[in-house]
């Protein structure tokens, strides 16, 4: 199947992709550089050499430019939870998974420690970065409800949830902790200490 303008679509798909990563690489150098509130979406476009109602077609916000990829983190974390051993214990299953997600980040840990921080920095990021968790509760919650048993009874279904909703917890409190230590704590010891915490 062809477009309007007759390339295929996919090749459409893969340089529409291309854009959306060339303006998030170029948006988080400048966001690192002189920090998120302080960039505009008119100069990201400039830096790209895109006209700010292009970049509008692929981003509608500065939000979006960072936690575009919060979905797709999403996915990959689903993807480590399910490829788990089915016998294995949730909270080994979660731990386990959240470390394969950290692990497969394309940044250096220095990067993400300032990405990190500006997340947590801003108001408006951490409000959409908790709408995006949420999103990752219900892309968990099936397979640790069938880890649970019968994933069809509504009591295991609320187990579920509250077990997923506590281990997205303690690896926010562990990111936390890592950020205020500016990269010193130990974040899988951080977030076994929270997860020690919640079920002591």
Known sequence: MNDHEGRPAGLRERTRRAVQ???VATAMRLFLERGFEATTMEQIAGEIG?????????????????????????????????????GEPPW???RAALKTLF????????????????????????????EKRQQWTELLVPDIARRLGTDS??????????LVACALACSEAATEAWVRSNGTVDMERAFDEAVAAVRG
């Open 92 to 94: 080994d299953a979660l």
């Open 50 to 86: 895109i006209s700010r109602r292009s970049l509008f077609r692929y981003f509608g916000t500065k939000e979006d430019i960072v936690l575009g990829d919060h979905a797709e983190s999403g996915r990959v974390l689903q993807a480590a939870l399910e490829a788990r051993p089915a």
């Open 153 to 162: 009874d509504p009591m295991t279904q609320l187990r579920a949830g509250a």
């Open 21 to 23: 990563a060339e303006i």
């Open 103 to 130: 692990e497969s980040l394309p940044y250096s840990p220095e990067d993400f420690l300032k990405i990190t921080g500006m997340l947590h920095a801003s108001p408006s990021l951490r409000a959409r970065q908790l």
